[in-house]
T-cell receptor, first 112, second 115 residues
Framework: RKEVEQDPGPFNVPEGATVAFNCTYSNSASQSFFWYRQDCRKEPKLLMSVYSSGNEDGRFTAQLNRASQYISLLIRDSKLSDSATYLCVVNLHGGSQGNLIFGKGTKLSVKP | DAGVIQSPRHEVTEMGQEVTLRCKPISGHDYLFWYRQTMMRGLELLIYFNNNVPIDDSGMPEDRFSAKMPNASFSTLKIQPSEPRDSAVYFC?????????????FGPGTRLTVT
């Protein structure tokens, strides 16, 4: 089983739609979780961290379910500029930057 | 402040040639990472340094790959000899230690094509 799995998509949605991505991770000892965003032919950039209680940043909501070992990202009122690949990232052991494991990403395309 | 700087941005070389990729991390960051990204395998960590010391190189594919960090502001990733399967985008990233602050700042990447 892969350490971090995501549906590769693509998710094709109209502007204004709500879209949700899920990600599962295999190591139950994983400590911390993130979503990164990567635009086409660009570098990944941190979108948001994911906290156990769930957290929201504007139109973006991230949630963590430790029991089921999955992480979700919800985008409301999607914009054309949200088109990108969203990478689920898991820190396996905590305490060190070097243990980040990246999923392969879910591609989102928002259409007018 | 400038972000992570990588050079070259594009490299096309023939199989068997030596390739050297360069990275300048963000000033003050004490972690430096080298990643490789392909469609098939996604983003893979190759090696990372903390305070210029290599901490984990288990992701380095084989002996043809080597990385150095002679000082806090410069690192290289070398492939010798290069092979077509090394074609990928190579990212360098840097970050800060402590406090659970795991944001990594990526450079623009080097797109390597080995023919």
């Amino acid at each position: 089983r892969k350490e971090v799995e995501q549906d590769p998509g693509p998710f094709n949605v109209p502007e204004g739609a709500t879209v949700a991505f899920n990600c599962t991770y295999s190591n139950s000892a994983s400590q911390s979780f993130f979503w990164y965003r990567q635009d086409c032919r660009k570098e990944p950039k941190l979108l948001m961290s994911v906290y156990s209680s769930g957290n929201e940043d504007g139109r973006f909501t991230a949630q963590l379910n430790r029991a089921s070992q999955y992480i979700s990202l919800l985008i409301r009122d999607s914009k054309l500029s949200d088109s990108a690949t969203y990478l689920c990232v898991v820190n396996l052991h905590g305490g060190s930057q070097g243990n980040l494991i990246f999923g392969k990403g879910t591609k989102l395309s928002v259409k007018p | 402040d400038a972000g992570v700087i990588q050079s070259p941005r594009h490299e096309v070389t023939e199989m068997g040639q030596e390739v050297t990729l360069r990275c300048k991390p963000i000033s003050g960051h004490d972690y430096l990472f080298w990643y490789r990204q392909t469609m098939m395998r996604g983003l893979e960590l190759l090696i990372y340094f903390n305070n210029n010391v290599p901490i984990d190189d288990s992701g380095m594919p084989e002996d043809r790959f080597s990385a150095k960090m002679p000082n806090a502001s410069f690192s290289t990733l070398k492939i010798q000899p290069s092979e077509p399967r090394d074609s990928a985008v190579y990212f360098c990233a840097s970050g800060l230690a402590g406090g659970g602050a795991y944001e990594q700042y990526f450079g623009p990447g080097t797109r390597l094509t080995v023919t």
